[in-house]
């Protein structure tokens, strides 16, 4: 988490943390149909570091300059359904989460939202669905 956080700031981008399960369903349908999508791995590419997160692993992961588990981390920030897609920015404040499974063309419509800052001064469904 901490690389993908200095990463981010050094190239002014987001970070992007998928919370998972090994059992979780949903989790694995967003894995295989939609993290492959050409447009979706496209605007990650542009806008996102990525991290992946298993919140039931005792792996060891660094957040915020101290070491703690994935499943430990999960926990603390609350995390109760999976997937969940929590969007931070830079400096790691959390800018959005979204729970549950979101088909390709809804995820890279909310990536590119987020990613391109519109939403800083647009409402989503402006965006998203254009305006007369």
Known sequence: ????????ERNDRMVLVNV???WCEFCRKMDQEVYPDSTVRATLARFFDTVRLNAESSDSVSYMGRMTTEADLARELGIRSYPTLLFLDSQGKLILQINGYMPAPDFDRMLR???SEAYRSVEYAEFAF???
């Open 130 to 132: 254009g305006q007369d």
């Open 113 to 115: 939202y987020l990613g």
């Open 20 to 22: 998972y399960t090994d």
């Open 1 to 8: 988490m901490d690389a993908a956080l200095a990463s981010a």
